[in-house]
């Protein structure tokens, strides 16, 4: 929704030179956003405000593999040779906790309601990835579906401007390559970026991002250049080791829910959230009362939620999934089968955070392998 | 004549932290008499322990004969009792005593045994009488209290929420120790409460709010196994503060035993 694929040609693109990356910074910050980029925080890459380019995590690598996520010196030319920390975009559109509206009583007992609209000033992003975009997309045909918009997500979203960054280092956790959703950005971004050695092919693919492009100051892009980031492209794909199914995995799954599989999995799985938290499209949600003590008014709050949770599945005065294999169940099933018929594909983007942040290591690939057939597990 | 609701807090064995919810209130320590009596809180000066109440608020474990009177008297004048804190629901610090055998500690401290009197076993509030809501936590917060007050004085069910530590951390996104640092963790089978406190300051949990619903302390073991965890270190992870918790003192007896 947010742009075209872009043509390669140097009419619409141009380089900037690695010492000229906080022209980019200024540049926006000129048009009135402030900036999100990658940094070193914690022991992982995280999105944080971004003030200068010195920040970002020069000649930081990372090496993750299931259950397990360690950053490792990597080329100190590049800024972004990584695979994707623990955070998507979602954070910024789907706030983890916000207060939706408010209630107060007066003095003759009236209830007066009013709802809580988030003040979000305009942010850029810096360093989103293709599988980010691609769950940003998800993610908006949930929340801005016509005729249900949901307006704090929407507030939050309209105020983004994306500056996406090809994926040249994915991890042992990636499979995009495998769900058609990276490592090379395909749409919606403003701006996108191959990061070479020696500075940043610059594309652009909407308005505001021309409106950011045009305050740049850019050279052509060489025959080399553009050969130096397909080929980076070309191994970020042969890099990948992990594969899920292809297509719709709807039948499989459903018929197979008494697959002994399940029971499998649950035996290792904590039911703790891990995955749908840092899942970029799972966009389940609580709400809760928070009243004041003195009970004259009232917060109604939004949190993130997760099917893996006992109040998910809460119906009058029980929990339909009470136990660990049924929840797993119904987050495989929903994600790479019931989302088809919601919302005309997979809710997987193959970015692998699942499988990272899982604290014991479980693989959605392999699970799904062995309980569609078809995998060496099955 | 008030018609505010009564409202006493007494202690057991316990160190008075929980108490501090109370006294560390901020601003609805100023709403709080407005809307209560208390009628007795020791640690804040107000005495009158036989007095009837609505809600009776206890921290501390039953630890001695005449506890075990005294618990009985609360229940029998209380109208709802409310047990807060690790100490009065899953253990705490003094509970560890449970895995060993309390004759022979109190024989190898004091010179002279015979003039403690104590019960073999320290006990939750529970296992002694009927207890309406527990407020599980080391200690217990400020908003977990207040909370309940509030929906009590609704007239309400308190909402319970035994979620795990997780799912508070990934809202805070709050960069995971086990997964990006190799910490055992017990944010996974620990329920939340305390909003992921000690993993935003770069530690792991501990499991002071004790086990979360559906806990599954045999996958995290094991998981802790893997980071290089000796099987005495395990049992020490989950027998510690939440010692005395069913699901807690099973895992950790478990892995003692093997080493």
Redesign the interface.
Known sequence: MMGTIPTATNEDAGFLARERLATLLEAGRALGYRWQGPQLRDGAIVMAPLEEPSALPWGTGDRQAAGEYRTRPGDPRRAFAWANGPQALKPLVFAPRETLWRVKRDAQGRLAFAAETPLVPRTAVLGVRACDLAALELQDRHFLAPGREDPHYAERRHALLLVAVNCTHPAATCFCASTGDGPAAQTGYDLLLDELDEGYIVRVGSQAGQALFEQLTLRPVSEAQWQAAASATEQAVAAQQRVLPPGDLSGPLFGNLDHPRWEVVAERCLSCGNCTSVCPTCFCHRQDAAPSLDGASSDQQRSWDSCFSEGHSYVHGRSLRHDTRTRYRQWLTHKLGGWHAQYGRSGCVGCGRCIAWCPVGIDITEEAQAICGGGEHG | MSTRPKVAVHKFSSCDGCQLAFLNAGE?LL??P??LDIVHFAEAGMLDPDEPVDIAFVEGSVYTPEDVDRIRRIRTSSRYLISIGACATSGGIQALRNLGDTRDWVGAIYARPEYIQTLDQSRAIAEEVKVDLELWGCPVTTAQV?AA??AL??GVAP?K????V??DC???????T?????EP?L???TGTGCGALCPAF?RDCYGCFGPA??P?T???A??FQGLGLLPVDIARRFLFISNDAPAFAAEGRKWREEG
């Not at chain 2, 929420?161 to 795990?164: L, P, Q, S, V």
């Open positions: 609805a709403a709080l407005e809307l207040v007050i509030r004085l609704y909402v929420n035994r979620d795990k997780c799912m990934k809202r805070n996104q709050t960069v995971c086990l997964v990006a640092r190799g963790c944010g996974p089978v770069g619903e559906n599954n045999g996958a995290l094991r998981r």
